[in-house]
C-alpha cells in the first residue's frame, strides 16, 4: 500500500479519535448490546440492531484509522529549510488572476481538508497544480467554469 502523507497535526487527530473509539464509543456500545440483550427477543428488538449497526460502524472506523496510521508518513514541515517551493505542508498565498482577490490555503492530507479552514488536500486539483511552483510561478488550474490562475505570491512552511 502507498504511504499516506499527513501532517503532525492531521496524524494527531486521528489518533484521539481513535482512542475516543476505542475507549469512549466501543465500551458505550457494547454496553448498549448488553442492555439490550436483555429486552428479550433479538429478532425485534430495534435497539439491539441498532447497536450492532453501530458496533460495525465504530470498528470499522477502528480499522481504517489504524490503516492509514500504519501506512502514514507524518510531515512535519516546520523542520524542512524553506526552499520557496511548494510542497505537501506549506502554507501557499496565492493570487487569483480571475477574482482579483488573495487567498492562503494549507496543503494537507485528504483526512485533514477543510476548504472552510482553508485546508486543502494534496489530491485537490489546485493543490496538485501548486505543488513544485515558487514565488511568482503561476498555477492553471481548470476548473467547471474555465481555466483559472494562481500567482504564487507567499510560501510558508509554519
Do not use: W
Not at 36 to 43: I, P
Not at 48 to 54: D, F, I, P
Not at 83 to 91: L, M, N, R, S
Amino acid at each position: 500500500m502507498n504511504q499516506i502523507p499527513m501532517t503532525t497535526r492531521g496524524a494527531e487527530m486521528l489518533r484521539e479519535e481513535l482512542k475516543r473509539l476505542k475507549t469512549e464509543e466501543r465500551p458505550r456500545i457494547i454496553q448498549a448490546i448488553a442492555d439490550a440483550r436483555e429486552h428479550g427477543d433479538l429478532k425485534e428488538n430495534a435497539e439491539y440492531h441498532a447497536a450492532r449497526e453501530q458496533q460495525g460502524f465504530c470498528e470499522g472506523r477502528i480499522q481504517e484509522i489504524e490503516a492509514k496510521l500504519s501506512n502514514s508518513q507524518v510531515i512535519d514541515v516546520t523542520k524542512v529549510p524553506n526552499q520557496g517551493k511548494v510542497i505537501f505542508g506549506a502554507t501557499v498565498t496565492v493570487y487569483n488572476t480571475v477574482t482579483d482577490k488573495e487567498m492562503t490555503y494549507r496543503i494537507v492530507g485528504d483526512d485533514e481538508a477543510d476548504i472552510k479552514q482553508n485546508l486543502i488536500s494534496i489530491n485537490s486539483p489546485i493543490a496538485r497544480a501548486l505543488i513544485g511552483k515558487q514565488i511568482d510561478d503561476v498555477a492553471r488550474v481548470n476548473t467547471p467554469n474555465g481555466e483559472v490562475e494562481y500567482e504564487v505570491v507567499k510560501v510558508e512552511y509554519i
